[in-house]
C-alpha cells in the first residue's frame, strides 16, 4: 500500500465509541492498525486535554461539545479528521439538608406561576437556589380561594419539593401609591475639574474615543443586513466576523458616545453619535426588507441564535443573543436619553417591539428554560430596558415584555430574605436586579424594591474585596468567604460597573450615606484602577488580588469589560452631587464643579491630593442654602471646619454634615477630617487585611511569590511618608514601597497582606 493508503485505512479504521455522551476519558491511540502515527488535538483545553482527560462541565452548565482533531501521518503523506465530542455535565450530586418553604399568593380565577426555583441548604452549610420540577408544571389557576399545597422535586433529582399557595379575594396591595425618589443626582450639571486622576482618566477614554472609527464599529451590523462595509476592518475579538457575541462592544460604544458628550460636550463626540444612529437606522430597515427578518429587528447577526434558543441550543452554539440586544438596546436609550438624539429611540423602539412580538408568543414555561441555560439563556438588564421603554414610550406592551425576563432563581430567594447567591454568575445577574429597580419605578410593586435593596447590601456584606469589587471566576461564592479567594481571577470590572449602577439608582429612593460609602470605595479602587494609563480603551478584565499581581488590560479582545470599561471613565460626574427639594448633598470628593443656573448657584469641591481628608467646598449662592456634606466612612474623630476663614460647629445627621446657615453670596467652607494609615481586616479571616490611606487601598509594589507578612501594629508606625511620589508609604517593617492600587500600572503588586 501506499503512504496515503496506509493513511485513509488506518483513518476509517479508527473507532473512538459514542462520542455523543462522553462522561470518561477517551483513549486516543498513537498508532493506527496499519502503522500511521496519529497526534490529537483538543480546541478546548478546559473540557478535555490532547491526550483525552476530560473535565466535565459543573452541574447546571449543560453538556458541551468539543472538537477533537487526530493528524495520522505515514512516510510522506498526512491527512486530518476532526471528531465532535459531548462531553456530559456532571450528576447532580446535592445533598439536602433543608429546603425553606415554598410559599406563594395568588387571587382566585387569575393566573400564577410558581417559582422555578426555591432555596435549599445543603449539608456543608451553603444556601443556594436549585430549579424545581413542578408535578403539574408552573402555570396555575385557582377559582376560589383558600390554601393550595403543590408538589414537585428538586430538578434532577428524586428530592420531593412541598409549597403552598394561598389564593385570596382580591390583591394585598403591593403596589406603592407612588413610587417616589427622593433625591437627584446632579450628573447633568456637574463637570470635572482638571488636575487630577479622575479627570485625567476620562480624558484619556475621550481622546480614545475621538480617533475611532465609525465605520468599523459598524462593521458587522452592515455585513448582516447586507450593506457595504465601506472598507472597514473588521472587529476583533469577541465581536470578530465569526465570534457570535458580535455586536455587543458597539452597544458599549453607543453608551460611551452618549456619556462622553454628556460629560464633556463636545460636539464631534455628538457627531460620531448621530453617524452611528443614521447607520444604524439604514441597518434596521435594511433588515426589514429582508426576506425571514421581522419589523424592528437590529443586530450584528441573524436572528438565528434567537431562534436556537427558543429550541434550548446550549453554548457555544449560541452565546447570549439577549445579552448582546441589551447592549445595542441600552446604547440607543443612552442616545437618546443623554445626546437627545430622536432618531436613537425610534429605533429602540422598534427593537422593543419585535422583543415584545417574539416573547409574548411564547409559554412561560419555555421563557423560563431558556433564561436558564448556561449562558446561552444570559439576557444582560433586558428588564431594565424594557421597562426603561416603556418610560419613553408609554407603550405597556414593553412593561409586560419586561415581566418576561424576572427571574425566580434570583429573586425567589431574595423575597424570601435570603442570600442564595452561591455558584450564581455575578455580573450576569447584577443587571437583573438594576432591572429589579427599573420596574418598581415603573409599576409601583414593593417586592421589586425589596428584592434590589436586599441584593445590594448582601453583595457588598458578604461578597465583596476591599476594593469594592465582587466575584471570583466571574462567579459569587458562598458568603463570607474572601480571604478563601485571593486568586488572579477576582473582581469582574463589569460586575463593579453594575453595582454601582445599581447603587445610584437605591441612593435615589434611600439617601443613605451608606450607598455613598460603597461607591467612592468601588470608584476610587476599582474602576480609577482598570483603566490603561495610555489613551488605548484598555481595562482589565480581573483585577487580580494573588500575590505578584499584575494588571491585564483587554485592548483587542472586546471583551464585556472592555465594553463597560468604555464607559465607565464618563460616569465619574455621576453622584458627586445631589439635589433634593430642601438641600444639595455633597457625596463624593473628585475635584469638581457643581451649576444650577436656574437655581442661581454654583459650587465648586476639591481636594489635596496627599492629604484626601482636606476638602474645600467653594458655594456662590443668591438667598438661603442649606448644605449635607457626607462623612466619609474613612474618617476618623471629629473634622475641624472653617467656614469664610472662621471656624465653625455643625451636626452629624444620617451620616452627613449638615450646613443650614449658608446665606447668599460666597461661601468657603474647608473641613479637615483626621486622615491616617489604616487596616482593614478580611472578613473571614483576621490575620488577612488591606492597608488603606483615606479612600484609597494601597498595594505593595513587589516582585516576591509570597503574600507579604507584616506584624501590623499600628498603621501609622509600621510605615513613613515617601517623598518621592504622591500617596506613596514605605513599610518600616519590609522596606516595601505602597502606593495607591489605581496609581499602579504595569508593576507587580499584592493588595492583600498577612499578619505575622
Not at 487526530?70 to 476532526?82: I, K, V
Not at 393550595?148 to 394585598?172: F, M, Q, S
Not at 464631534?268 to 434596521?284: F, G, P, R, S
Not at 489604616?678 to 487601598?697: L, S
Amino acid at each position: 500500500m501506499t503512504d496515503r493508503e496506509i493513511v485513509r485505512q488506518d483513518m476509517e479504521g479508527l473507532y473512538l465509541g459514542n462520542l455523543g455522551t462522553v462522561e470518561f476519558d477517551l483513549e486516543l491511540p498513537e498508532n493506527g492498525i496499519h502503522g500511521s502515527k496519529i497526534s490529537w488535538h483538543s480546541d478546548n483545553l478546559n473540557l478535555m486535554d490532547h491526550s483525552g482527560h476530560i473535565f466535565r462541565p459543573s452541574y447546571g452548565r449543560g453538556n458541551r461539545e468539543v472538537t477533537l482533531t487526530a493528524c495520522f501521518r505515514y512516510g510522506e503523506y498526512e491527512d486530518e479528521r476532526s471528531y465532535t465530542v459531548t462531553i456530559l455535565e456532571e450528576n447532580n450530586r446535592i445533598e439536602v439538608a433543608d429546603i425553606y418553604p415554598v410559599r406563594q399568593v395568588a387571587v382566585k380565577g387569575e393566573t400564577v406561576c410558581l417559582p422555578c426555583a426555591c432555596a435549599v441548604k445543603t449539608k456543608d452549610g451553603r444556601v443556594i437556589a436549585h430549579f424545581v420540577d413542578w408535578d403539574r408544571g408552573l402555570v396555575h389557576c385557582w377559582e376560589q380561594p383558600g390554601c393550595y399545597k403543590v408538589h414537585g422535586r428538586l430538578k434532577d433529582t428524586a428530592i420531593p419539593v412541598n409549597g403552598c399557595v394561598e389564593v385570596w379575594d382580591e390583591k394585598d396591595g403591593d403596589i406603592a401609591a407612588v413610587p417616589v425618589k427622593k433625591i437627584k443626582c446632579c450628573a447633568d450639571d456637574t463637570s470635572l475639574l482638571p488636575g487630577n486622576d479622575f479627570y485625567n482618566a476620562q480624558e484619556r477614554m475621550h481622546s480614545y474615543l475621538l480617533h475611532t472609527d465609525e465605520d468599523q464599529w459598524l462593521y458587522n451590523f452592515r455585513c448582516a443586513a447586507g450593506l457595504s462595509t465601506r472598507e472597514a476592518s473588521p472587529m476583533t475579538g469577541w465581536d470578530s466576523p465569526e465570534g457570535l457575541l458580535r455586536g455587543h462592544s458597539t452597544g458599549h460604544y453607543l453608551s460611551a458616545l452618549a456619556l462622553c458628550y454628556h460629560a464633556t460636550g463636545d460636539e464631534e463626540i455628538l457627531n460620531k453619535a448621530v453617524y452611528m444612529t443614521d447607520a444604524l437606522w439604514e441597518c434596521q430597515e435594511a433588515f426589514g426588507k429582508k426576506e425571514g427578518y421581522h419589523k424592528g429587528f437590529l443586530s450584528a447577526y441573524s436572528e438565528e441564535q434567537f431562534d436556537l434558543l427558543e429550541k434550548y441550543t446550549p453554548y457555544p452554539k449560541i452565546w447570549a443573543p439577549y445579552y448582546t440586544l441589551h447592549k445595542i438596546l441600552a446604547g440607543l436609550i443612552d442616545l437618546y436619553n443623554l445626546a437627545g438624539i430622536q432618531k436613537a429611540a425610534e429605533i429602540a423602539e422598534g427593537i422593543g417591539d419585535w422583543v415584545y412580538g417574539r416573547l409574548v408568543a411564547l409559554a412561560h414555561e419555555q421563557r423560563v428554560r431558556m433564561w436558564s441555560i448556561y449562558i446561552a439563556g444570559e439576557y444582560g438588564g433586558m428588564n431594565e430596558s424594557m421597562a426603561e421603554l416603556y418610560r419613553i414610550t408609554g407603550k405597556k406592551e414593553f412593561l409586560e415584555a419586561a415581566r418576561c425576563f424576572d427571574n425566580d432563581r434570583l429573586f425567589y430567594p431574595l423575597e424570601q430574605g435570603l442570600d442564595a447567591l452561591d455558584g450564581m454568575h455575578a455580573n450576569q445577574h447584577i443587571p437583573q436586579i438594576i432591572g429589579a429597580v427599573k420596574m418598581y419605578e415603573m409599576t409601583g410593586e414593593k417586592r421589586y424594591y425589596t428584592i434590589a435593596s436586599l441584593f445590594w447590601k448582601i453583595v457588598t456584606q458578604s461578597h465583596m474585596y476591599a476594593i469594592g469589587g465582587t466575584g471570583e471566576s466571574e462567579m459569587f461564592h458562598e458568603a463570607g468567604n474572601i480571604s478563601g479567594l485571593l486568586t488572579k481571577s477576582t473582581s469582574e470590572s463589569c460586575a463593579t460597573y453594575n453595582m454601582l449602577k445599581l447603587t445610584g439608582e437605591l441612593y435615589q429612593y434611600r439617601p443613605d450615606a451608606v450607598y455613598m460609602d460603597y461607591y467612592e470605595r468601588a470608584v476610587y479602587n476599582h474602576i480609577l484602577s482598570s483603566c490603561d494609563h495610555q489613551p488605548t480603551s484598555g481595562s482589565t478584565y480581573f483585577l487580580s488580588m494573588r500575590p505578584r499581581a499584575v494588571k491585564s488590560f483587554d485592548l483587542t479582545e472586546n471583551s464585556c469589560c472592555h465594553g463597560t470599561g468604555l464607559e465607565s471613565h464618563f460616569k465619574y460626574v455621576e453622584n458627586i452631587f445631589a439635589i433634593d427639594k430642601e438641600a444639595v448633598f455633597i457625596n463624593l470628593f473628585i475635584p469638581s464643579v457643581l451649576s444650577l443656573p436656574e437655581n442661581k448657584l454654583e459650587v465648586t469641591v476639591k481636594t489635596v491630593e496627599e492629604n484626601p481628608g482636606r476638602i474645600f467646598v467653594q458655594i456662590k449662592a443668591e438667598g438661603r442654602q442649606i448644605f449635607k456634606i457626607r462623612r466619609p466612612y474613612w474618617a476618623e474623630g471629629k473634622p475641624e471646619i472653617l467656614v469664610n476663614g472662621e471656624r465653625y460647629e455643625t451636626q452629624l445627621q444620617e451620616g452627613y454634615l449638615v450646613f443650614d446657615e449658608m446665606w447668599g453670596g460666597s461661601t468657603e467652607i474647608e473641613i479637615n477630617w483626621p486622615c491616617s494609615l489604616r487596616y482593614e481586616e478580611a472578613p473571614d479571616r483576621k490575620n488577612y487585611f488591606t492597608v488603606f490611606f483615606g479612600p484609597y487601598i494601597l498595594a505593595a509594589l513587589t516582585e516576591q511569590e509570597e503574600r507579604v507578612v507584616l506584624h501590623a501594629g499600628k498603621a501609622e508606625e509600621d510605615f513613613e511618608r515617601e517623598a518621592s511620589r504622591p500617596l506613596a508609604f514605605r513599610s518600616r517593617e519590609t522596606g516595601c514601597l505602597f502606593i495607591p492600587l489605581e496609581k499602579v500600572w504595569k508593576e507587580e503588586y499584592q493588595v492583600y497582606m498577612k499578619k505575622a
